[in-house]
């Protein structure tokens, strides 16, 4: 007989996914039966295993449990369950949609954490975007560590409906510059790049400002990547202190060092940034 211990043996199974569609006809015979811990459990253990149908069929049945529970959940505990469906990927859009509704309420990092679920499957909804806009407003971000921020800045070059909280991000990031990892704090730079028009003009401006504070004196020790990246972050708005002493350290002090390839991505992005007739070109 089907119980929920036995699914979860068979859910491991190499080659699970193949069986997806009658293990969840299967399913239906208990889904009424196991608890919201329980389903949830399954729906991360069919998510993982590929069987988007078992997954779908007991995350609507969580998401049942969800609105009769009593008490009612808190708002940080619903949005927990929001983001054990997303990264199964089962029920997203309905994910979302609820997500919406307890945004304004929940915690900077339960929100966080389901926004970024989300964002990582690539899921684009207009709904996932309010999610992420009223994160960006809560002050209480700021709290969040540089990793997690760094996620959902790197997130929202894969997903746009993220781009509402990499203002946010930045702001938060140029203000604590000092306090991020280097290869975090150029990481974010790179994100933010690739986020097109996440950031208006004077925001992009200091958070140039701050960078050029922060990583200036660190330009010395930064790893030859990181130093490459920095350069392909900041060339594509031109000129600047910052770029013109990377190029310096890059190109005076480690040119012979760089691989074929390092150097002619390195010298696309000193071109785009400081013109082909500039003197470290």
Known sequence: KLNPPVLMRMLRLPGASAFDIPLAALCKSIVAEVSLAVALDLVKHAGSSGCAEVASLFATSALLMLDTAQPEPSTDEQVAVMRVLATAGATVEDAASRLQQLAPAAGESALAAAVLAMGERGFVSDALASAAAALAAKPSLAKLAPARLLELAVASTKCSSLVPVVGAVARIAGATAKDWPTSDFVRLLLAVAKAKGALDPAAKAELLRCAAAALHSELGALPAADLIKLILAIAGDGRSELLEAAAQEAVES????????????????????????????
Do not use: E
């Not at 760089?258 to 992005?269: H, N, R, S, V």
């Open 254 to 281: 480690r040119i012979s060092s760089f691989p074929a390839a390092q150097l002619m991505i390195l010298t696309q992005g000193l071109v785009q940034g400081l013109g082909g007739s500039h003197d470290l070109v």
